[in-house]
Each structure stands twice: as C-alpha cells, then as structure tokens.
C-alpha cells in the first residue's frame, strides 16, 4: 500500500561545521537524516520504525506526512505519488493537507478550548461543504471513536482536564476519526506511565486488528515494536538496517547493532571453524559451539555469536552431559526478576547471563553446567 524508494534527506550542517569549511577545513557540508531508505508497508499491517534517538525515524515519517520535502526518492501510496524526485529537476508533491494521512506526534496537540468531543469532531467538521458529513453522521463517528478509545465519559469535559493518558488517547481518537487509509503514529505513547503505556500498546494492537488500519509506528522502545508490530524496520544512522517480523529480528539478528539493540544480549568473539550448509562450528572464548545460522560466512572469519540470556540454561541434572555446546561455568549472582530468574556465569573469564524459570535459583559460587541451545544462537560478522 505504501511503498518508499531510496528516500534522502539532509539538513544544512551545523555552524560548528560551517565555520570549519569556511577556514578550509574538512568538515560536511550536509547532515544525512535520511540515507537512502526504502520499504513497503502492506494493507492492514502495523509496521515499526525502530533506532536510537536521531536515527532518521521521525524524519522518514514527516517525508510521509509531506511535512518535510525529501531531497530525493519516491514515496507512493497504491498507485498515488505523493512524493517522487529523480534528479531530473521535475519533482512531485502532494500537500500535507491533500494527503488523508491521520497522524498523531512526538509532542501530540490537542485543542485546549475545546471539550473531548469537540476536539474529535473538529477535523470532520472543517472539511469542505462536498466532503463533509452531516451533523449526525459526524456525531455518530466521533461517538464510535470515543467509545473505543474508552473516552465516551469524559466527552463534554474540556480536554485540558484529562490526565496525560487521557490526552495520549484523545490524540488517537482524532487521527483515526477521520478513518485514514494510513495513520502515522510517531512515539504515541510517550510520556505516559509504564502501566499505562502497556494497557494503551494492547488497546492499539486491538484496534489496529479491529479496524485492519494500516499504520506506520515510530518508536526507539524494542519492547514496544517487538509487542505491536507486524514488521519492524530497523534504522541506525538514517538507514535501515534490518526488516522484518519481530521474531525474526529477535531471533536472527543480521549484525551486532541489531543484536545489541533489540533485547538483552550476550556476546562473544569468535571464529568460524567449519561449515557445512547452515550447521557451523565455531571456536568461541567460551568454548566450542555448533549451530545453525543464516548468515553467510566462510571457514576463517572472525565473528561474535549473540546469546540471548534464555538460550541460556543452567544444567543442574546433567541433562546435557556429553553433548555439544554444554560448558562448565561458575554462578556470580542471581536476581530473582518476578516472572524469572537471572543468573550471571563465569564461563572461562567471560561473564554470561542466563534466563531462566524463577523455580531455578541457584546460589552464587555453585559450579554448574550451562547448556546453549543453539536454535536459540546467532551468528553476526564481527565489526
Ligand atoms: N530541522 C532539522 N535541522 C537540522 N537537523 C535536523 C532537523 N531535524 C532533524 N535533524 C537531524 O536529523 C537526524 C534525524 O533526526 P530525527 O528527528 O529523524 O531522529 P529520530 O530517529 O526521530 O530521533 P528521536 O528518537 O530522538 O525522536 C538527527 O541527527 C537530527 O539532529
Ligand atoms: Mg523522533
């Protein structure tokens, strides 16, 4: 439905870098926000922008809105561009305001003034004579919007007097009032509390299945794009870095900003010692291991295997005796973590972390067995 080509955009260097040019040193003369980023988003899918902060997220998304003009690259939605330059000089915009995009922002506005209701009748209300709808059509849109936002007993009170929570939601009900073929969501759920940030991520997820919205999602949370999204793009540096479904980058990250990025990790050097198809052996300072992986690297290269805490297990029967990737290691520290238990272990001189159910719980000092479950491992280049 949406389909981004090979966007760029740059902003004027900064007067530190100006000054440096103009006394002849080397310094650039652009900032990349946006490096070259291509994607596709689907029908109905919820798809997630997610990087560190000034990674090109908010950027990419105000080039969608048409807030921003791109330097270069093509942005379509179905067979409307709304954004192409190819270098050739002609350029093609589609005005914010022509767009149909519903948006809610970084920092979300809501109209002070003006009561709950009012705020969400308010975009329906301003359209022109041709396309707005009757009085009583809009009542019945914007009643069905505050009902799903939970929203509808708080209707007549003036906006300013809704906890932050309240606004966050009153925002979403306005972008989604006027039922956009694509909504763009930038960190929607900031400034809110934990807990309300978890109940409000399982009400959109809700909703966006509900309604089948199309959405573009902008978050530096992984635990948030790992819990609403359909696919997540993950940008470093105003490129994208990886794409594709949470489990996928959790599970198989393509390099170590990725594995380092998303969830805990461990992390150790090695080097491929052999490989047959997707099966490798490689020698780590922890010991050896065998795994399969997609990556493709050859006999010789240095690599880091990334070891996801629950790949972890402490092997208190023996369970593993004598198999592959079983290492001998020594408890540091737990932590009891509610739903689970941390373990730290010495393996060689490398301190590992394991994960593991909270019935487990072993005291520090005891030598133990650590078994890797090597479905669980992953191979990045090192670098
Ligand atoms: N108007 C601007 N002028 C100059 N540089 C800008 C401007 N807007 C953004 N940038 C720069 O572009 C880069 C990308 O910014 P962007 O706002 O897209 O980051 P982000 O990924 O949304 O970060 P955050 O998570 O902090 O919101 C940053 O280095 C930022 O400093
Ligand atoms: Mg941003």
């Not at 959109?204 to 199309?214: A, N, V």
């Not at 010692?273 to 997609?294: C, K, M, N, W």
């Amino acid at each position: 439905m949406l389909v981004i080509d090979h966007l760029v955009k740059t902003f004027p260097a900064d007067k530190q870098s100006r000054r440096k040019r103009a006394a002849g040193e080397e310094a650039p003369s652009k900032v990349f926000a946006v490096n070259d980023v291509s994607f596709e988003v689907k029908e109905g899918e919820l798809f997630t922008l997610l990087g560190p902060s000034g990674c090109g997220k908010t950027t990419t998304l105000r080039a969608v809105a048409g807030l921003d003009a791109p330097d270069s690259g093509r942005i379509a939605v179905g067979d409307r561009v709304l954004f192409e330059n190819d270098g050739s000089g002609r350029a093609t915009t589609v005005p914010a305001n022509q767009r149909g995009l519903g948006m809610v922002f970084q920092s979300y506005a809501i109209w002070p003034h003006m009561t709950v209701f009012d705020n969400v009748a308010f975009p329906l209300q301003v359209r022109s004579r041709k396309t707005r709808p009757s009085n009583a059509v809009i009542r019945e849109r914007v009643e069905r919007v505050l009902n799903t936002m939970e929203l509808v007993q708080l209707a007549d009170r003036q906006a300013t007097k809704l906890s932050g929570g309240q606004q966050q939601r009153l925002a979403l009900a306005r972008a989604l009032v006027i039922e956009p073929p694509l909504l763009l969501l930038d960190e929607p759920l900031s400034n809110l509390d934990a807990k309300l940030r978890e109940s409000l991520r399982y009400e959109l997820k809700r909703l966006q299945r509900e309604l089948g919205i199309t959405s573009i999602y902008v978050t530096h949370d992984q635990i948030e794009a790992l819990a609403l999204s359909t696919k997540i793009a993950v940008m470093n540096a105003g490129q994208v870095v990886q794409l594709g479904k949470p489990r996928e980058i959790y599970e198989n990250p393509n390099c170590k900003f990725v594995a380092e990025f998303i969830g805990t990790s461990n992390f150790l050097n090695g080097k491929v010692e052999s490989r047959s198809g997707d099966l490798y052996a490689v020698t780590t300072a922890g010991g050896p291991l065998s795994l399969s992986s997609q990556a493709d690297l050859a006999p010789g290269d240095e690599v880091v295997v990334s070891i996801r805490p629950e790949a972890l297990s402490l092997d208190l029967e023996g369970t593993h005796s004598g198999q592959p990737n079983v290492w001998q290691g020594k408890v540091q520290t737990r932590a009891f973590l509610g739903d689970a238990v941390d373990h730290i272990v010495l393996v060689g001189e490398q301190e590992l972390r394991s994960r593991g159910n909270p019935s487990v719980s072993v005291q520090p000092g005891t030598q133990v067995q650590v078994h890797l479950d090597p479905s669980k491992l992953s191979l990045v280049p090192a670098g």
